[in-house]
């Protein structure tokens, strides 16, 4: 695993940092293709560069932005390189935050990033078999050959602090993915796979809560 960097002050509160990395895997486990055996045949790789611009905080705001530019790769014995199941090429990431006086503060994080793969459906078969409970076998095309959408989801946070001696009561609210986007992280289909929907993450969530520090 190779890794380097360079980080640089932009005057007293702000900072920049660049990475980048390549990592290999040998004599990963994997199936042995027509059997019920495992060998150490596979391999993969792992590479991309990281860059985040940093404000610190000076008593009234701080935030940082962050992107990522990745690839994944796995290899089996006798097959072409594929995408990793995980594989994430872009991923950006924004948070803010602002201390509207020394008990209240604001805040706000941004993500985005590639969507998830999957291995589509490409057609379906009759399945006969007594044990059957659909009547049908899907048809896979290659293995996370597919990406879905993006990845977008918008955080706002507030907190205020009571405090006491000695200790201090925290009231935060809190609203994820505030525009509601229907994010895939999945797909599903009903008994025929003739019909495939996505399944999606978080929807619009507001909540509250308190919490103590002593």
Do not use: C
């Not at 009234?60 to 796995?74: C, E, M, V």
């Amino acid at each position: 695993h190779i890794v380097a960097g360079v980080e640089q002050r932009l005057g007293a509160l702000a900072s920049i940092k660049v990475e980048g990395y390549y990592k290999t895997y040998r004599d990963r486990v994997i199936e042995v293709s027509g059997s019920d055996l495992y060998s150490n045949d596979g391999e993969g790789i792992a590479r991309g560069v990281e860059l985040m611009l940093k404000r610190e905080g000076n008593g009234r705001w701080f935030g940082w932005i962050s992107y990522s530019l990745a690839q994944s790769l796995r290899l089996d014995k006798g097959a072409d390189w594929i995408a990793y199941q995980y594989d994430q090429p872009n991923t950006l990431t924004l948070v803010g935050s602002y201390n509207l006086n020394p008990a209240w503060s604001l805040g706000s994080k941004v993500n985005w990033h590639s969507g998830p793969l999957i291995t589509p459906v490409i057609g379906r078969t009759v399945d006969n078999s007594p044990s059957s409970n659909t009547g049908w076998l899907p048809v896979y095309g290659a293995a996370y050959s597919e990406r879905l959408d993006d990845y977008i989801r918008v955080d706002l946070r507030s907190d205020y602090a009571f405090r006491f001696r000695g200790w201090r009561l925290n009231f935060y609210a809190e609203i994820i993915n505030l525009f509601g986007r229907p994010n895939p992280a999945g797909v599903t289909y009903n008994n025929d796979y003739s019909k495939r929907e996505n399944v999606n993450n978080l929807p619009f969530l507001p909540y509250i809560g308190l919490g103590a520090e002593f």
